[in-house]
């Protein structure tokens, strides 16, 4: 029984049985009560002890059961509370579940970026009580290895950064505020990374230090690019060439030191100003000017060569290469423009065409040889061209050493290293003198080192020696690097191969060493002509359809005429018997032998003449048709059959130079082949570069925004959502989760009108801060999922919640953007490796057309990727034998071709197939097609459409060949307004293989 229910069955017991022992008691009480209502008459005569008693038991029945009922109330109340507190710890228990499960998530979500979280005791020596897993990624120790004490985080820190640690700790807890600072770890495989260190210091009530609450970010490539980009730009002004950048609307924001030297003008003559206004002159090319607007206007990049003129007025010709550098909206950001001298260029170029002029001024019987000669300085005058194309593509790969100021290699990348035969762990720490070339001075190089470790740049030629002994040739700037007291603290060294430069300018010499000795044998070639005709002992004549015009002194004796003008005016008939001894007449027999040598270039035979005298004599005659002053004429020359043996001689001679000469031509052909391809690969630097800066660009930006978001949510998360109750903490939720699942960036215009609409949508809800939370809106993508939100607007803490929110989702965003933009950069990598690499083994390998293909339409994309529509039909195919840097020859000038005829807008279309026994290639553009009075040339070398200076006209003439040396053939289907189409059919099995 209850303790209400004993209540009640006492209160009735005492109000029912007191009252009936009363009656015994006193046995009237309940007759006067009831029945007389004599009472009250009853006070004065009965005992007042008797009246207690009387009302004793009913006063205590009363009591009872008013405390029954209390009792009763009170259960009824303890059983409604008992209820409330159920079903309120109930539910406090399932948002504790709720509240801790997104805590899980969120720590989740924190370790998928690659962050340490890490908890340690102040007071036990900073034993650490808590390591996130994922320290075992970031330091290549297990979080057990931590938690068990076999590692501690101090053990990695390097000695220096440590002692900075242990400041900033002692710093921080003296003035209570949170630690951010970066410093260096070694993890277990010896590899150094930059960590940033960010601890919140947590105390106890009595005010003590209790515990050391810390994130470990991993910075090592920030760190990495950061010094990277310091030393870029040292080189960008340190560099001999002119560097000049311009806003979109072409004003010059920055020029680098190299401009001053360049111009004579300083920054500030020309900041604020159009490069245009201050360098250019009378002399100017206006359709050149013209030109780059039109290219500039549609943002498109340009190389071209211009006059320009220096401060003192001194006119130069620069080639001028500009790029547009594009943001992350795709709008222009600025226009970066290299200027290199070409004005020594040109003056050679001129002097070549005044020496060309002054041998075409030559005598008439020497007009065929000076053609071939001309032809050979046109060769020349190309393959110069290309050997300057090749060095300037050079240039944007250059290698680079950092030195010390005690002369040793403190870093090298790859690409210098394997210039001197050494990987890069071979030459780190060594001493740099290792590397000099026998023949180097000593004095000379104690010189180099005093002047670079006064600080002076010096840019030269270097001879340095390769690790198998041979002569590397390299130009290179030597860049000191001070401290801010202006002391040198080391030496950067940028440098560019010149060594395959170096062999082509010794063949390009001993070519012009053999052109002049060529000049001079032809000079004395005509010498000796004309020495022959008239003193030789043989007998030489000049024939027209007139007869006799010309003989020397030996035709004179010979023949037994008194004089030349004698004989001159002697018909050609009567120097010879009517008949020949074969039975045939002097006459028809002539007539013959004037055609086969007209025919064939020139005709020998033998003859029997006649002297003055009548005596006939056998002599060979040599017929040599010739132009003299634009007039068919023969050179007869007649030799004495006696001499034949020794003639045979000299022949022989001048064959094997007819044959030294073929061999040379070959040579120059091959020279002219991959002279074309590095002339290609130059014009794609440019774009390249700007391909691979654009997602070096969103890298930077993305790990900028990273490190900004994490600064600003690592101290302010942990108390957010502590405090967040679960209606909020699910709002937050789910901003995060919608927020980060959208990849669609609006324009910039676009963003601005969504702002606006949004704003003034909720102020006329009455929603605080509704510009901020408008602008959080938007950059996070929610414009068009705001309905989901609407309910929580008016929330006190909702601009909170949405910067929290919005501070996470940039940091996912940005770390996606990284990934995407690194893809990127490794793919065109990849692509350009493919295409530079050269093999010099002479013998066919298995190449897959299709990767070929795909690897030429990669180094394009920048080209072609906004006008140009690319469509692909790539057919499954056999690998086949063929020479694979060739065949990339062939694809890179077909797609060059097709998309400059379209003017780099249209519809570029590349198909491969397997057809029988061959594979065909066909490209095909939609430009304006090929004009039929032209179609017949487009193979011939050295025919181009092409302004001056843009093509060499070689591009067709070398696919030609590449392609019927792998036994194949290419023609080509063109209509007028439609464009044209190149196909390229190459046998599965060559004939050889």
Known sequence: MTTTQQYGFWGVLFGCCFPAMAWFIDGYFIQEIVFTGSFLSQIHTKNPIHYIIDLAPLVLGLAFAYM????????????????????????????????????????????????????????????????????????????????????????????????????????????????????????????????NNKTKLVYDGQNQLELLETLLIDVTRAKRQEQDLKKLSLVAQSTLNTVIITDPKGITLWVNNGFERFTGYTAEDIIGKKPGEVLQGPGTDPKTTATMREYLTHNLPIKVEILNYTKQKKPYWTELDITPVFDDQGEVEFFMSLQIDVSEH?????EIREQHAALLASEEELKQNLEEMQATQDQLSVAHLHLQARINATDATAGYMELSTQRKIQSINAKMASWLGYTEKELVLKEHKLLLWHETKPEDYESFWTRLLAGEIISQEYARKHKNGSLVWLYASYCPMKDKEGKVVGIMKLAINLTSSKQKEVEIQQQNVRLLKMQQEERDANEIFKALFEYSSNVHLLFDDTGITNCNNAAVSLLGYESKSALLKV????????????????????????????????????WLHRKADGADFWVEVTL?????????????????????????TEIIAARQTAEESLKHLTEAQEHLIQSEKMATLGQLVASIAHEINTPLGAIRSSSGNSANSIVQIIHQLPDFLHNLNPTDLQVFTNLVEKASTKTAALSTRDQRKQKQLLREEMEQKHVSKADELAELIVEMGLHEDLHDFKAALNQTNISTIFQNAHLLTSLMKSNQIVRVAADKVSKIVFALKNFSRQDNSGLKQLVNINLSIETTLTLYHNQIKDSVETVKWLAELPEIEGYPDELAQVWTNLIHNAIQAMNYKGQLTVK?????????????????????????????????????GEGSGLGLDIVKKIVEKHQGKIYFDTKLGEGTTFYVDLPLHSENS
Do not use: C
């Not at 040109?346 to 001129?350: D, L, N, S």
């Not at 050609?572 to 064939?600: C, F, H, Y």
């Open 68 to 195: 029954g009922s209390i009792a009763r109330k009170l259960q009824n109340l303890s059983i409604s509370l008992e209820k409330t507190v159920q079903d309120r710890t109930q539910s406090l228990s399932e948002s504790e579940k709720k509240l801790k499960s997104k805590q899980e998530s969120l720590l989740k979500l924190i370790d998928d970026t690659g962050f340490v979280i890490l908890k340690t005791l102040p007071k036990e020596q900073n034993r650490i009580i808590e390591v996130s897993e994922s320290v075992l990624e970031l330091t290549g120790y297990s979080a057990q290895d931590f938690l068990k004490g076999k590692k501690h985080l101090r053990d990695i820190i390097l000695a220096e950064d440590l002692k900075l640690l242990g400041q900033s700790y002692q710093n921080a807890i003296s003035n209570k505020k949170p630690i951010d600072i970066y410093f260096r770890i070694k993890t277990k495989d010896e590899e150094l990374r930059w960590l």
């Open 912 to 948: 491969t197939s397997v057809q029988a026994s061959l594979i065909r290639v066909s490209i095909a553009d939609t430009g304006p097609g090929i004009p039929t009075d032209i179609q017949d040339k487009i193979f011939n070398p050295f025919f181009t459409t092409k302004k001056a």
């Open 346 to 350: 040109k003056a050679m170029t001129q």
């Open 624 to 648: 040599t048709p010739i132009k003299i002053k634009e007039k068919d004429t023969l050179l007869v020359v007649w030799h004495d059959l006696t001499d034949i043996k020794k003639n045979e």
């Open 571 to 606: 018909h050609p008939a009567v120097l010879s018997p009517e008949v020949q001894p074969d039975g045939r007449t002097s006459l028809e027999k002539s007539i013959e032998m004037d055609g086969l040598a007209r025919q064939n270039g020139f005709h020998r035979f033998e």
